[in-house]
């Protein structure tokens, strides 16, 4: 005779094969972005409007970009930096990030309006 945990273990894995099919079957559409003059680019972050953040290296260092909904990139460099990540982008388009300088990796907020 089975035991009631083998039978609700077997009514799971039927249930899961019945849904799982419809689970796989679903196609997405990647977009390749490519900072102009990058050899690697990483995006960290989007908005609700489009707009992406992440970071590119020009194979000397590493800045920070903002891709505007229209496709346009930005090289976002926090000044005096040897390098710029920057990770998240609010509704607003405020970017938080990380910057590494000659005292050393620090955290920042960009405001959509400063420069």
């Known amino acids: 005779m089975h035991t009631p945990r083998f039978l609700a273990s077997l009514i799971l894995v039927s249930l899961w094969l019945s ?6 079957a679903t196609s997405y ?3 390749t972005l ?4 990058s050899i ?8 609700a409007t489009g707009q992406i953040v992440g970071q590119f290296s020009d194979g000397t260092r590493t800045h920070g970009f903002l891709r505007d909904s229209g496709g346009s990139f930005t090289t976002l460099d926090v000044p005096g930096a040897s390098s710029t990540e920057d990770i998240g982008i609010n509704a607003t388009g405020q970017i938080s990030g ?3 300088d000659a005292t050393g990796i620090h955290g920042f907020l960009r405001d959509s309006g400063g420069a």
């Not at 849904?19 to 796989?24: D, N, S």
């Not at 490519?34 to 003059?37: E, I, K, L």
């Not at 690697?40 to 908005?47: E, F, H, P, Y």
């Open 98 to 100: 990380r910057f590494t």
């Open 34 to 37: 490519d900072a102009p003059g």
């Open 19 to 24: 849904v799982a099919p419809r689970a796989f």
């Open 29 to 31: 559409m990647f977009t």
């Open 40 to 47: 690697l680019t990483t995006a960290s972050g989007i908005n």
